[in-house]
């Protein structure tokens, strides 16, 4: 009896991870088909500068819409990162954001839009020529788009990473670095790659709103002393703004202000403000 539960137990567990296979192929063959038929989504959240009230700049998060609703980047840029599809995903974002770009400087004072870089598009040796082709051919400034990066982009081969940070910087583009604070980065690296603003992680933005500014300080601090911008991420009380803006981070990106946005949506809420 004991052998026949063993081997009830093996063939379900056997069962449950052949449905993850398979769930995971199928994932990926509807991502490639996503991408072949051009159905990738980017949206827009506000950055708002909180000092004149005046929106600073824009990100672009990629979407997916899926089986009626959107599946989460959290779950298809890995995905897109394992299989390789991560290099054409990053250019349909590009190119988007590209095309976007023209009706956004005809309606806003902010001209930029920050793209999201994984560690993987960091290591693509063609990156940089790619970003610099797609923007040249629009015939815009390659300063109307700063990448962000996360820590974890420089885990690996960490000399390849800063030449083509480097290569970035020199090119145009500014940098900034995602979810700081969340990863490792050695101070030492991060005072010689060329970031220009640390994004504020949202744990600190959360711990803020229980009372505790220790962290959120140290690092607005630290980022003044090398000379940087802070962005503040996922600020969705008043009082987190309030208490950010005394720490003296006037950049805010949340829900409080404006979630992210199809394009379309993003212009009527430009014009009705
Ligand atoms: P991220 O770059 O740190 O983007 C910020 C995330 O926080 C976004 O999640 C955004 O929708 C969310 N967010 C903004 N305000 C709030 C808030 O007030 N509260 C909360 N709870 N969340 C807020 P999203 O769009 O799901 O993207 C998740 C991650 O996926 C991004 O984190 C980024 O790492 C990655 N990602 C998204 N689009 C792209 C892309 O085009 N390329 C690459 N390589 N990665 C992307
Ligand atoms: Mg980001
Ligand atoms: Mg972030
Ligand atoms: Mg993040």
Known sequence: AAKKAGKGRYSFFADAMLGDVQQRMQLEQRLRECLRLDQLEVWFQPIIDVRSGEVAMFE???????????????????????????????????????????????????????VNLSPKQLMNKQLVAQMCD???????????????LTE????????????????????????HLDDFGTGYSSLHRLQSLPFSTLKL????????????????????????QLGMSVIAEGIETAEQQA???????????????????????????????
Not at 134 to 148: M, T
């Open 60 to 114: 672009a998060l990629a979407r997916w819409p899926l089986d009626g609703g959107y599946c989460s980047p959290e779950r298809f840029i890995p995905v897109a990162e394992e299989t390789g599809m991560i290099t054409e995903l990053g250019a349909a974002v590009a190119r988007k954001v590209i095309e976007a770009l023209p009706s956004l400087l005809a309606v806003s004072q902010a001209h930029v839009v920050n």
């Open 134 to 148: 797609l923007i040249d051919a629009a015939g815009l400034l390659r300063s109307s788009i700063h990448f962000e």
């Open 152 to 175: 974890s982009a420089l885990a690996h081969n960490a000399d390849f990473a800063k030449q083509q940070l480097d290569a970035l910087a020199e090119a145009g583009f500014h940098l």
């Open 201 to 224: 992680d949202r744990s600190f933005v959360l711990m803020l709103g229980e009372g505790d500014e220790r962290i959120s300080k140290a690092i607005i601090l630290l980022a003044e």
């Open 243 to 273: 208490r950010l803006q005394a720490l003296g981070c006037h950049l805010i990106q949340g829900y409080l202000n404006a979630r992210p946005m199809p394009l379309a949506q993003l212009l009527l809420w430009l014009e009705q403000r």
